[in-house]
């Protein structure tokens, strides 16, 4: 029986809650929407591909939809919805130390949580018992199962070069692109998914050749059977340790405005994207065992192949589609994981195999890169917590010839939105993993040793600040630089709320890496190469339905033989989004003028909705869109874009088969959206279906 003092400190606990659930109500179920959209355009300017941006997105509307018991949850879904270990942690312990949790307005409590990170990860959880696990009886799954189906077209309005010569090396098909997407799922335990996709010239209804889409992947995921954790049948991507050994998973370690550098997926991720690459098509299975995780995993796929591998997924000519699948790829392994207060230690081993050797051609550069048909990759990794907020971590892999590869980091968290990590990284160039995408200045992880700083600090609710350096050195010679090189990667933020509609941010980096030179006597070496880039971005969201966003940016490059080549831009959007009619539209005017390709600007546009686009402004002219999104009702969307991109002193753009004769680009795009659920979970959340931010 409970003591009496025991007796008190519990309903005293109760009342707490019921406090902060009534008064939190009233404040935070009116930011939801807007801390969504926060989080999305915090996307742009993390140091990760437009592929692995789309991929966030994805999972992002994947978990609004279908949110998760946070009382429950595995790692991988709490990173997604933007927790760090120590968060997660602490979560986890004081789930069995204390109790689950009883409403998510008991989360601010936990150590290492906040209101603020509250209102971040509302929109994406929920509180339930433990013990509940959905069945998976198939009247279960087929009445409370939610479906997503997305139909999109693109095309661009001026034929290129390839669609219109006729000696037999131009494109085979249309000049458009289309996509279709299937998702299917069943809470956090059944996911099916479907996705079809034929780029831009690639054959569709053309003679002699395969009809229909050029690319099919689909995956089939169960978890929780027994000890069977996960199991995914179909495309899936691998993600361990700090990406030496394996990762195809998303990640947003270098120079993430939040100075978290640690990569934050592990395990088996479901692939439902459009990329033709960087997956892998089979069979993986996670085991658990108390403290223990087993993984295995084995695939088997066709892969575009001509001496190295084709990594662009383009099959519009007939040398592209001869390519094509020309080539095997096998891959085996497992990866042993323990776990247990904190602590982690873990060992990765897999092989992959080709029918046809790798080659690469023949340049110094590539004298240690990978060549023959099989390899074997071996690491360790671990972390532990240091100081109750503070993570050691690090990895060590060896490949099969013996060479080496490690990484070792500590990351501090100082408090919301307020973190310190430092980074050392050691990579051989004898080191040889295709898979692996662990923290670096190059695309290859070896021939590479650096040491990473950043610092995210929160000063208050309306400033903080994030700056991070990176000093690097190669080694031996690599791609533009004929011997060992020093350099050096420098970016800084401040973000600025003036008041609640008003925000300003100024964004700033350096980089230096030095590339070969031809100097006055002949003789070529290495020379800095230096950029100098700087933006200022201004939001206003005074009323309701009109956002308004200015940006600003200036740039500056200097070389041996170039000294003061620089570019600019200025963009306007202008966001409509009437609350009681369902279109919105979305407007931008940008002008952009520089001197050289090295001045560019890479800046996110509003595309179709779920989908991240980056156009890059260079030379000299104009960029402006118009992006309609029609809520047809609950369920079904409607969206349009047409694009135009105008050059000042161009008579053609691009180049070889992609050549326009024209100074300029137009583009349109459509896309229909269906969301089917019979069961309708989101009524048991507090959010208004009308104000999805995802569309």
């Known amino acids: ?23 939190s109500c009233l404040s935070l179920n009116a930011q939801i929407d ?5 989080y999305i355009s915090s996307i742009e300017d993390s140091e990760i591909s437009d592929e692995e941006k789309q991929t966030l997105i994805e999972d992002l509307f994947y978990l609004y939809h279908n949110p998760i018991n946070i009382n429950t949850a595995d790692d991988n879904s709490l990173k997604t919805i933007g927790l760090n270990d120590f968060q997660i942690l602490c979560l986890k312990r004081y789930i069995k130390e204390t109790h689950p949790l009883l409403s998510v307005y008991e989360i601010p ?29 198939m009247d279960s799954i087929f009445s409370k199962g939610f479906h997503e189906i997305r139909l999109q077209y693109k095309k661009v309005l001026e034929k290129a070069w ?21 998702n299917f799922n069943y809470y956090d335990r059944l996911s099916f998914s479907l996705v079809a996709d034929n780029d831009a010239g690639e054959p569709f209804f053309a003679k002699n050749f395969k009809k229909g889409y050029d690319f099919l992947s689909s995956q089939l995921t169960i978890k929780n059977i027994s000890i069977i954790e996960q199991i995914t049948i179909g495309d899936y991507r691998l993600g361990f340790g700090e990406g030496l050994s394996i990762n195809q998973n998303l990640n947003f370690g270098y120079f993430s405005n939040d100075a978290r550098i640690k990569k934050s997926f592990s395990g088996i991720k479901p692939n439902r994207s459009i990329t033709e690459y960087n997956y892998l ?5 996670k085991i658990k065992l108390k403290d223990f995780s087993i993984y295995l995993f084995g695939s088997y796929k066709n892969i575009d192949y001509s001496g190295s591998i084709l990594t662009t997924g383009l099959h519009r000519t007939e040398s592209e ?8 790829e096998k891959v085996y392994g497992t990866h042993i994981s323990w776990k247990r207060w904190g602590y982690e230690l873990a060992a990765t081993l897999f092989r992959y195999e080709y029918k046809y050797p790798i080659t690469h051609q023949n340049s110094a550069y590539m004298k240690y890169y990978f060549e023959g048909l099989n390899n074997n990759i071996y690491s360790l990794n671990g972390s532990m917590p240091l100081f109750r907020k503070a993570r050691l971590y690090g990895e060590f892999s060896i490949s099969k010839n013996k060479g080496k590869a490690a990484l070792a980091g500590v990351e501090i968290n100082l408090g919301y939105k307020t973190n310190l990590s430092i980074a050392y990284r050691y990579y051989q160039n004898k080191y040889q993993n295709y898979f692996s995408s662990a923290i670096g200045a190059q695309s290859r992880n070896a021939n590479e040793r650096g040491l990473y700083i950043g610092l995210a600090y929160l000063i208050n609710n309306s400033l903080s600040f994030f700056v991070a350096g990176d000093l690097f050195n190669f080694p031996d010679i690599s791609y533009s630089a004929s011997r060992s090189v020093t350099g050096i990667k420098f970016k800084s933020e401040i973000n600025y709320d003036i008041n609640k509609t008003n925000t300003l941010t100024l964004l700033a980096k350096y980089n230096n890496r030095p590339y070969d030179e031809v100097h006055t006597n002949g003789e070529k070496y290495p020379e800095d190469n230096i950029l100098k880039q700087i933006q200022i971005r201004y939001s206003n969201n005074g009323l309701s339905w009109l956002i308004l966003n200015l940006r600003l940016g200036y740039s500056e490059t200097k070389t041996y033989s170039l000294s003061g080549n620089n570019g600019g831009f200025i963009s306007q959007d202008v966001i409509i989004k009437p609350e009681d009619f369902p279109l919105s539209i979305n407007l931008r005017l940008a002008l952009f003028n520089t001197d050289d390709y090295d001045n560019r600007f890479s800046i996110y546009e509003y595309s179709m909705p779920l989908n991240f686009y980056s156009s890059q402004l260079y030379d000299k002219g104009l960029r402006t869109y118009i992006v309609v999104n029609f809520k047809i009702n609950e369920s079904m969307t409607l969206a349009g874009k047409y694009s135009l991109t105008r050059y000042q002193d161009k008579t053609s753009i691009h180049s070889s088969n992609d050549e326009i004769n024209r100074n300029h680009k137009q583009e349109i795009a459509f896309q229909f959206h269906w969301l089917i659920n019979k069961y309708k979970r989101k009524k048991n959340f507090n959010r208004n279906p009308q104000n999805n931010p995802f569309l």
């Open 109 to 137: 409590l936990i150590n290492g949580f906040s209101d603020d990170v509250l209102k971040q990860i509302l929109p994406f959880i929920y509180v339930a018992p433990i013990k509940i696990k959905p069945s998976l009886r």
């Open 34 to 38: 807007k801390d969504i959209k926060d």
């Open 162 to 182: 390839g669609y219109c010569r006729d000696d037999g090396k131009g494109f085979l098909g249309d000049n458009f692109s289309t996509n279709l997407r299937y």
């Open 1 to 23: 029986m409970d003591s009496p003092q025991k007796t008190r400190n519990n309903i005293r606990k109760r009342i707490i809650l019921l406090f902060l659930v009534f008064f």
């Open 281 to 285: 098509r089979g069979i993986a299975t």
């Open 321 to 328: 589609i001869s390519k094509k699948d020309s080539n095997t």
